[in-house]
């Protein structure tokens, strides 16, 4: 199987917009996390994250299916494959969350925008000071990062059995566990 490294430039070759591949490093990172904390194989689980919207900027109409059969042609196994597809249950796809792994990577996704979001109008730009009160305060304006769907947010929690405080106390953890990668470290 490719390691996290050829993940990541498979995302950049496929994303020339930084936004796009730095959403890729959150989620990944996201997902690492999560991976450590259930025992399960960070790397394995931070490629799915790293990879979930691989053909997003190339292939918005055929979003995951393109993304599929790159990731067929790259090496990748059919579960990594399905866990991707598995994110945009719903929405571009039938494939459900079913899986620890997929059940994760659906509830991280949308919830690591916002995250991301609420830290870019912090006056330090840094996750450093970000609290779980001012990302569900955040949450509840619908017009704030208006492009995440918060029922997904609150439908992930859910099937991984978390409130939703504590879904965005773990994911602010992760990406401040790697701040500087995933560009939320400030200007300092």
């Not at 930084?18 to 450590?36: K, T």
């Not at 053909?55 to 090496?75: L, V």
Request: glycine share 6%; aromatic share 6%; hydrophobic share 40%.
């Amino acid at each position: 199987m490719p390691s996290r490294d050829e993940a990541l430039e498979l995302l950049k070759e496929y994303n020339d917009n930084p936004a796009l591949v730095q959403h890729g490093i959150q989620v990944g990172a996201c997902m690492a996390h999560f991976a450590q904390k259930a025992g399960e194989d960070a790397e394995r689980w931070e490629i799915a994250g790293l990879l979930h919207d691989l053909d997003y900027e190339k292939y918005p109409d055929r979003h995951c299916h393109k993304a599929a059969e790159i990731m067929r042609e790259r090496g990748y196994d059919e579960e990594l494959i399905r866990a991707m597809m598995s994110h945009a249950w719903g929405i571009c796809t039938d494939v459900e969350p079913l899986s620890p792994m997929e059940k994760t990577l659906y509830a991280v996704d949308e919830l690591s925008g916002l995250v991301n979001a609420c830290v870019l109008v912090r006056p330090s730009k840094s996750i450093e000071d970000l609290g779980v009160k001012s990302v569900k305060k955040k949450f509840k304006q619908k017009s704030f990062a208006a492009g995440v769907d918060r029922e997904i947010v609150k439908k992930g929690a859910e099937m991984l059995g978390m409130e939703l405080d504590e879904l965005i106390a773990e994911v602010i953890e992760a990406m401040k566990a790697r701040a500087k990668e995933c560009g939320v470290a400030g200007a300092a």
